[in-house]
């Protein structure tokens, strides 16, 4: 009883312990993914922290940041606190909905290009042309032929990502695909749908999960740029892109007009990438031995 007391005692704090070492050990995730969270909340509860982005009170044009406007005004009179607050909204949508599009298309296809050759010649040949054009212009030419709106940019930087997300899937399931045991599942007569749902997807999970935060990160980068040049989010909505834009005429007397969004826009992709390299040191079984 007294070894049983003991040992329950001494089995106790373990959990604690180990988080506390897993936390000690990932800081950079926990630092990124804190800062995430904290950007979606404000993202989140924007209508009861911010005033409406839109309102025009050319009385307050071009006002410095002070205790009534946070971060100033910018040419129109408009709070840019709150439409730098909106602007999230807008740009984690945006890169999350992208990296949810791309990692999905991405993982069917490499799967279905890495099991089979067939499919492989032919489909990495457009993934091939695909990645040749640079990724802003054929968002570009993509949001041209059609009406500008939220979701044909989520689906014009989607498609440029794919290619990448397609070739890590191939790359892993390429490797998998010659290990003993999926040739004998293959020799056995097994169905080529059970083996892939069974033994190959799971290998691809962790390096997917790594290149979705990356997509995540280049999405909102891509959407500001975008959104700088016009060819974004429509001007009624707010986006840190658009914002950015719109004051680039007043930097030398109101910069604040840029700073404030551009500070946000650095932060946020700061934090996914941190987020991006914390995961990939800890899934990677190589550096986590090491560590």
Not at 101 to 120: E, H, M, P, Q, W
Not at 157 to 166: G, K, T
Not at 191 to 209: E, G, N, V
């Amino acid at each position: 009883m007294a070894a049983t007391s003991d040992t329950a005692v001494a089995a106790g704090p373990r959990p604690r312990g180990a988080t506390a070492t897993w936390i000690r050990r990932n800081k950079t995730i926990v630092v990124g993914a804190a800062t995430l969270v904290a950007l979606v909340v404000v993202a989140l509860i924007a209508p009861w922290i911010a005033d409406d982005p839109v309102l025009f009170e050319p009385i307050n044009r071009l006002k410095k940041p002070s205790e009534q406007f946070w971060f100033g005004t910018d040419q129109f009179g408009r709070d840019v606190y709150s439409r730098v607050v909106y602007g999230a909204r807008i740009s984690l949508l945006v890169g999350i909905s992208v990296a949810l599009l791309a990692t999905s298309f991405g993982l069917v296809i490499g799967v279905l290009c890495g099991f089979y050759k067939r499919v492989d010649a032919i489909v990495m040949r457009v993934m091939d042309g695909l990645m040749a054009i640079p990724a802003i212009l054929l968002a570009i030419a993509l949001i041209a032929l059609m009406k500008a709106s939220l979701l044909i940019l989520v689906i014009a930087i989607s498609l440029p990502e794919i290619p990448r997300v397609v070739r890590l899937v191939r790359s892993v399931v390429l490797s998998v695909r010659e290990l003993p045991y999926i040739e004998a599942a293959i020799a056995s007569g097994t169905r080529h749908a059970t083996i892939m749902r069974r033994h190959i997807l799971p290998s691809t999970f962790a390096p997917l999960i790594v290149q979705a935060t990356y997509v995540c990160a280049s999405a909102i980068l891509t959407e500001a740029g975008l959104s700088f040049l016009g060819a974004g989010t429509p001007p009624e909505i707010p986006s840190w892109g658009n914002v950015i834009s719109l004051g680039r005429s007043f930097f030398q007397i109101a910069p604040w007009i840029i700073f404030f969004p551009g500070v946000f826009l650095a932060v946020t992709v700061l934090a996914i990438n941190l987020v991006g390299d914390g995961l990939r040191d800890s899934l990677d079984p190589r550096i986590a031995r090491r560590m």
